[in-house]
């Protein structure tokens, strides 16, 4: 499996901004994925999450309320949508995929076996 995140740029607070992360290889409904993030001087961390046949999603604290991840398996692609924007959450966003995550793996980002190449939000005050 190969990803492809896109979509990030530069926004002012409040703003919102979709992130896509598109799959090639194989049948993309069968893996796990989720949206890391890591600020500059940061470690990584989880964003959100969402099964392979997208029934079940999980979020991060810090995210709830505001991102939604979805994903079109018909189109191999997932997606981060980002709403109310905040300065903290300038980051460079990563997509990561695994076949088959139990719920509580979702936040570990040493399980997953695919990345993307990631691509940056900046949220200016």
């Known amino acids: 499996v190969q990803l492809q995140a896109s979509g990030g740029g530069l926004v002012q607070a409040g703003d919102s901004l979709r992130l896509s992360c598109a799959a090639s290889?194989?049948?993309?409904?069968?893996?796990?994925a989720s949206w890391f993030r890591q600020a500059p001087g940061k470690e990584r961390e989880f964003v959100a999450g969402?099964?392979?046949?997208?029934?079940?999603?999980y979020y991060a604290d810090s995210v709830k309320g505001r991102f939604t991840i979805s994903r079109d398996n018909t189109r191999n692609t997932v997606y981060l949508e980002m709403n109310s924007l905040k300065p903290e959450d300038t980051a460079v966003y990563y997509c990561?995929?695994?076949?088959?995550?139990?719920?509580?793996?979702?936040?570990?980002?040493?399980?997953?076996?695919?990345w993307g190449q990631g691509t940056l939000v900046t949220v200016s005050s």
């Open positions: 990561a995929a695994k076949y088959y995550l139990a719920s509580y793996d979702y936040p570990r980002s040493h399980m997953y076996d695919y």
């Open positions: 290889g194989r049948s993309f409904s069968n893996y796990a």
């Open positions: 969402i099964s392979g046949n997208g029934v079940s999603t």
